[in-house]
T-cell receptor, first 114, second 112 residues
Framework: NAGVTQTPKFQVLKTGQSMTLQCAQDMNHEYMSWYRQDPGMGLRLIHY???????DQGEVPNGYNVSRSTTEDFPLRLLSAAPSQTSVYFCASSRGQLITDTQYFGPGTRLTVL | GQQVMQIPQYQHVQEGEDFTTYCNSSTTLSNIQWYKQRPGGHPVFLIQ?????EVKKQKRLTFQFGEAKKNSSLHITATQTTDVGTYFC????????????FGKGTKLTVNP
């Protein structure tokens, strides 16, 4: 198993550009989520999904869209990049949500918005 | 909304000294998880606590969940340079939230 994979590893955007951060898992996990990590701020939940076709907002959803058309993939779209979105983005997945299961994190995408 | 506070933010120790990080939630938790993130890496799951007053050990690491299920601690005995990293707690609200709320983490550095 590859676990949770994220692409790209690094990305530089100009203000106003859009892009999609890819996340995929091969563990047949139902729950997937996106976090952003900023210095001194810990991990903040952007969006999450409890299964294919179901998504919901987390703590900091503004400026981001998600969709979950398959169990394996959970892409994060930046609609119009802003410097405040410069961050490290982590995708995570877990087996279920009856009792919060272990979150398996991807290696992260380091995004810089100029 | 639910808040999870973690102290201290930074901790520097000499190798061999003990280390403790504390986690407090504004709401009662159904469970709490602990993660470790090495510099430049991603968070890695350490343990999950579910029961009130629960204590779990992993070699030199001891994890506790408070009786009221609103606080938790991670204690490392005789730190080693391999313990360097940031330790995060993450809690799920007892009210059935599908979200896991992370503390801001405690960054541990160890002087050899």
């Amino acid at each position: 198993n590859a676990g949770v994979t994220q692409t790209p590893k690094f990305q530089v955007l100009k203000t106003g550009q859009s892009m999609t951060l890819q996340c995929a898992q091969d563990m047949n996990h139902e729950y997937m989520s996106w976090y952003r990590q900023d210095p001194g701020m810990g991990l903040r939940l952007i969006h999450y999904s409890v299964g294919a076709g179901i998504t919901d907002q987390g703590e900091v959803p503004n400026g981001y869209n998600v969709s979950r058309s398959t169990t394996e993939d959970f892409p994060l779209r930046l609609l119009s990049a802003a410097p405040s979105q410069t961050s490290v983005y982590f995708c995570a997945s877990s087996r279920g949500q009856l009792i919060t299961d272990t979150q398996y994190f991807g290696p992260g995408t380091r995004l810089t918005v100029l | 909304g639910q808040q999870v506070m973690q102290i201290p933010q930074y901790q520097h120790v000499q190798e061999g000294e003990d280390f403790t990080t504390y986690c407090n939630s504004s709401t009662t938790l159904s469970n709490i998880q602990w993660y470790k993130q090495r510099p430049g890496g991603h968070p890695v799951f350490l343990i999950q606590l579910v029961k009130s007053g629960e204590v779990k050990k992993q070699k030199r690491l001891t994890f506790q969940f408070g009786e009221a299920k609103k606080n938790s601690s991670l204690h490392i005995t005789a730190t080693q340079t391999t313990d360097v990293g940031t330790y995060f707690c993450a809690g799920q609200d007892q009210g059935g939230s599908e979200k896991l709320v992370f503390g801001k983490g405690t960054k541990l550095t160890v002087n050899p």
